[in-house]
């Protein structure tokens, strides 16, 4: 018995310390800015050294997908039988994305920057699990198997059509901060992903 639950305890104690190094660095870029916060400082403030930060996370920017997971978690919790349709799922995983990132806009546009900036922190991530990709894909595939989605798109490229785009519009490829108010953008982004530039019905 003894032997099975060493490496249980072990899993929920990195767990642990992954969450609070999380926590710190949020509170750290909350209140300076992402850019102005050193890994040493986060590593202070969790009280870990920086082997172990990197044992966690191999760069700053790493940190956005522990960011995916939280988000995704949350959202997922709110999924309740019997199910809406996949439509309205997501468009509800994107507003809560969307009311998220707009919570935290500054920091979170400077972290997906230097996130697509820094090689490592996309091999690592791709290497990950990805469950904010998984939650969508999931959603798609039962969209699709209900026939409420079109059979002929792939969905992992659906989900990477989504996620890019988001990706896009916040580190402010598409508009320049404060050039259209956040319910036309996130208008004009629902209506790409659902009706492409046809303007057909999903």
Do not use: Y
Request: charged fraction near 25%; include cysteine; glycine fraction near 4%.
């Amino acid at each position: 018995m003894i032997p099975s639950e060493v490496p249980s305890r072990r899993a929920r104690k990195k767990e642990r310390t992954r969450q609070e190094i999380f926590s710190a660095a949020m509170e750290l870029f909350a209140a300076r800015g992402f850019d102005a916060v050193t890994i040493e400082a986060i590593c202070e403030a969790a009280d870990v050294a920086r082997a172990t930060f990197f044992l966690h996370f191999p760069t700053k920017a790493s940190l956005l997908h522990e960011w995916n997971c939280q988000v995704a978690a949350d959202f997922a919790a709110t999924l309740e039988e019997p199910r809406a349709s996949a439509i309205d799922e997501l468009r509800g995983l994107i507003e809560h994305i969307s009311g998220r990132l707009r919570a935290q806009a500054d920091v979170m546009a400077a972290m997906l920057r230097e996130f697509f900036a820094t090689p490592e922190a996309v091999v690592a991530a791709r290497s990950a699990a990805q469950d904010l990709h998984a939650l969508f894909e999931s959603i798609i595939r039962r969209g699709q198997a209900r026939g409420e989605l079109r059979r002929t798109v792939e969905p992992r490229l659906a989900v990477a059509v989504v996620l890019s785009t988001s990706a896009a519009i916040l580190s402010g490829q598409v508009w320049k901060p404060g050039e259209l108010p956040p319910e036309q953008v996130q208008a004009q982004f629902f209506e790409v992903v659902f009706h492409g530039l046809t303007g057909e019905s999903t």
